[in-house]
């Protein structure tokens, strides 16, 4: 099912060519086709805008707390999902081995650099120091018995694409994150590599025998979810009146879990009037300041207290995305293509680590982390409590912080690009229990 | 944030004879912080909880005194051994006299 098909460029194209046939003629029918421009209503560190500092550096504004505040990086240079990135993703190139001597010890060093890689994210070598290691790619612990010619492990590295085009290994050299002479220490130290691996200590160490987390108990129990307590102190703002003179309770009567029964499972969903796709999230963006008057910017307290109070009410209710109408399903396939295309430094895919294959990162370990495989739903939770930051999490902030190891910069968390993304995601979780707010690590 | 005062008790749902129960319980409240002024503390009747009573079926089974480094909306877990099926009553005290009440009942499977 989530294989790159005809359609991945082609949904695009046929609904442009579309939509600029029909632009003078017929705009109601057009609508949503391509997605009417969106001016990001999120607070100003979630809006993912660029700034150019005093000494001419370009950084990225992102949240100020943990872990966002920890990227200095600025990626302007690579291709984002953004649906006007035009950007060709970098094209396949070689270099000329160079003539240094290789230093094992260096490459070694090189191969655990976590400022660059680090290599074993995705793959295992010996050594105690290795921590954590991961198992998207292939085992290397005994690479250098295979004797491989050098000028080969060396393209390998500096771009995998010249002998593997669908390769899910980001190309080194040709990005930029290595020089040329540090792939020639990473080669030297790969050679050195042989068998037999000493028997291993800890079980843990070793991706493919590390134990799988277990999770932190029931995520709807108040006394251990700190989330259901947010979502509980929402019920303030749902009878608070605003400006306007309303509040949300003088409209949807019966409290939240008569008017919001089931709501929730409908989202993402087409709003018409907006003329795009809306998570719950987006649409309070909107319709909270239309109504009462109060304010509630994506990825603000407020805003996310209300989608869980929201989602609550659905839980235990399958979620039953509709994709049925042609802005709907045009938005999908949209958010498909995204799912497949290869972006920012690492030139990754999101499907390079949530689908389940060879090479491929699903159910996998990503260094400690084990990556969640899109086929088997994962929105379903989303706002969630992250345990290791004590922080709630909507699907955006997630998206939003998935670009950093894609080395690509954050796009706003309201944006069409992630809501028609989610809407991907959210069709594989159809059919099964909404349950929010979850909690996670 | 719920509304001040609302104790939520947790137990296992099924607990047999002779079993050692852990009870989980939070209470909703803000648990007032130490202010300082110029390096000081400021001398005032602050807002917290400053004792938490179990009882079992009337019996007193913990009594502890809380303070101010107690967390907002502090969460409280214990274990006992009931040895017969009972209610289980949780009573917060606040330096305002304010009294909060939560009860879970025991039952044996």
């Known amino acids: 099912?989530?294989?790159?098909?005809?359609?991945?460029?082609?949904?695009?194209?046929?609904?442009?060519?579309?939509?600029?046939?029909?632009?003078?003629?017929?705009?109601?029918?057009?609508?949503?086709?391509?997605?009417?421009?969106?001016?990001?209503?999120?607070?100003?560190?979630?809006?993912?805008?660029?700034?150019?500092q005093p000494d001419g550096k370009k950084m990225q504004v992102r949240y100020k707390r943990a872990p966002f505040a920890g990227v200095p990086q600025d990626w302007s240079d690579y291709r984002t999902y953004a649906y006007d990135d035009t950007r060709p993703a970098p094209p396949v190139s070689k270099a000329p081995m160079t003539q240094v001597k290789g230093d094992p010890a260096r490459g070694r060093r090189l191969f655990l650099s976590r400022a660059q890689g680090p290599c074993t994210g995705c793959h295992l070598i010996p050594g105690a120091d290795v921590w954590p290691a991961g198992n998207i790619g292939p085992d290397l612990s005994t690479y250098g018995d295979r004797n491989l010619p050098?000028?080969?492990?060396?393209?390998?590295?500096?771009?995998?694409?010249?002998?593997?085009?669908?390769?899910?290994?980001?190309?080194?050299?040709?990005?930029?994150?290595?020089?040329?002479?540090?792939?020639?220490?990473?080669?030297?130290?790969?050679?050195?590599?042989?068998?037999?691996?000493?028997?291993?200590?800890?079980?843990?160490?070793?991706?493919d025998t590390r134990a799988k987390p277990v999770g932190f108990g029931d995520n709807l129990d108040p006394t251990n979810n700190p989330a259901v307590l947010l979502a509980e102190?929402?019920?303030?703002?749902?009878?608070?009146?605003?400006?306007?003179g309303k509040a949300c309770a003088d409209c949807h009567a019966g409290g939240p879990e008569k008017s919001m029964k089931g709501a929730a499972t409908r989202y993402p969903k087409y709003v018409k009037a907006y003329q795009r796709v809306m998570s719950i999230e987006d649409f309070l963006t909107v319709h909270a300041p239309e109504t009462t008057g109060l304010q509630m910017l994506s990825q603000s307290a407020d805003n996310l207290n209300m989608t869980m109070l929201v989602k609550m009410q659905s839980n235990g209710m399958p979620v039953g995305v509709d994709i049925s109408s042609r802005e709907a399903k045009a938005a999908y396939e949209r958010g498909r293509a995204s799912f497949f295309k290869k972006v920012?430094?690492?030139?990754?895919?999101?499907?390079?680590?949530?689908?389940?294959?060879?090479?491929?990162?699903?159910?996998?370990?990503?260094?400690?982390?084990?990556?969640g495989n899109a086929e088997a739903g994962l929105t379903r939770h989303f706002p969630t409590w992250r345990t290791n930051f004590q922080v709630v999490w909507d699907m955006r902030r997630r998206m939003q912080w998935c670009m950093t190891p894609l080395g690509m910069n954050m796009l706003p968390a309201d944006s069409v690009e992630y809501t028609e993304l989610e809407l991907f995601l959210t069709s594989f979780d159809s059919g099964k229990e909404m349950s929010v707010p979850g909690i996670r690590h | 944030m719920a509304e001040i005062g609302k104790v939520r008790i947790r137990i296992p749902s099924n607990i047999k004879r002779g079993d050692v129960v852990r009870v989980r319980s939070l209470v909703i409240h803000p648990m007032e912080i130490v202010q300082r002024r110029d390096g000081k503390p400021v001398d005032k009747n602050y807002l917290?909880?400053?004792?938490?009573?179990?009882?079992?079926?009337?019996?007193?089974?913990?009594?502890?005194?809380?303070?101010?480094?107690?967390?907002?909306?502090?969460?409280?877990?214990?274990?006992?051994?009931?040895?017969?099926?009972?209610?289980?009553?949780?009573?917060?005290?606040?330096?305002?006299?304010?009294?909060?009440?939560?009860t879970a009942e025991i039952k044996f499977t």
């Open chain 2, 48 to 102: 917290f909880i400053h004792k938490v009573m179990v009882e079992y079926n009337g019996r007193e089974i913990l009594q502890a005194d809380t303070t101010q480094s107690i967390s907002e909306n502090p969460f409280f877990s214990f274990t006992f051994k009931p040895t017969e099926p009972g209610m289980l009553r949780i009573t917060f005290l606040d330096t305002h006299g304010g009294k909060y009440e939560g």
């Open chain 1, 344 to 371: 920012g430094q690492r030139n990754h895919a999101c499907a390079d680590c949530h689908v389940k294959g060879a090479g491929q990162g699903a159910e996998k370990f990503l260094g400690g982390r084990l990556l």
């Open chain 1, 150 to 207: 050098d000028e080969f492990i060396f393209t390998q590295l500096y771009d995998s694409r010249n002998f593997f085009p669908n390769t899910t290994m980001p190309p080194w050299g040709t990005t930029g994150v290595f020089k040329p002479e540090e792939l020639v220490h990473i080669v030297a130290f790969l050679k050195t590599l042989k068998g037999p691996v000493p028997p291993e200590k800890d079980p843990d160490r070793n991706p």
């Open chain 1, 1 to 52: 099912m989530l294989r790159p098909g005809t359609v991945f460029g082609g949904g695009i194209v046929f609904a442009a060519l579309l939509s600029a046939a029909c632009a003078q003629t017929d705009k109601a029918s057009t609508a949503g086709l391509p997605p009417a421009p969106w001016i990001s209503r999120a607070i100003p560190e979630g809006k993912g805008e660029v700034k150019t």
């Open chain 1, 233 to 244: 102190g929402a019920m303030a703002v749902w009878s608070k009146k605003g400006p306007a």
